[in-house]
Nanobody, 121 residues
Framework: QVQLVESGGGLVQPGGSLRLSCAAS????????MAWYRQAPGKRRDLVAT???????NYANSVKGRFTISRDNAKNTVYLQMNNLQPEDTAVYYC???????????????WGQGTQVTVSS
């Protein structure tokens, strides 16, 4: 059984910062791509950022220059540092990971339960 548990969400004023964490636990052999998505009320879930096992990153245009994704492979954890937050960043943020549970198993796609980020004055 594999679990992704997010933490770090909350209420912040415009221009503020938050750091999200997501720890993977359970029967993990290896983790490939890790990512953060977000979903605002009434909207689809959108990709925010990705990071490979080697540390290569990609970002949605809307967060470039403000958000930084990183990971600690030893801790099976991915982070999202969010700076200069704006009201349009308000959403539930989900972490996502491609995880292999054994040497010969395929990669499976896992999701966290989501953490609410609200940007408001």
């Amino acid at each position: 059984q594999v679990q992704l548990v997010e933490s770090g969400g909350g209420l912040v004023q415009p221009g503020g910062s938050l750091r999200l964490s997501c720890a993977a636990s359970g029967n993990i052999f290896s983790i490939d791509l890790m990512a953060w998505y977000r979903q605002a009320p009434g909207k689809r879930r959108d990709l925010v950022a990705t990071v490979t096992q080697g540390g290569s990153t990609n970002y949605a245009n809307s967060v470039k220059g403000r958000f930084t994704i990183s990971r600690d492979n030893a801790k099976n954890t991915v982070y999202l540092q969010m700076n200069n937050l704006q009201p349009e960043d308000t959403a539930v943020y989900y972490c996502n990971a491609l995880i292999r549970i054994g040497l010969s198993s395929p990669f499976y796609n896992y999701w966290g339960q989501g953490t609410q980020v609200t940007v408001s004055s």
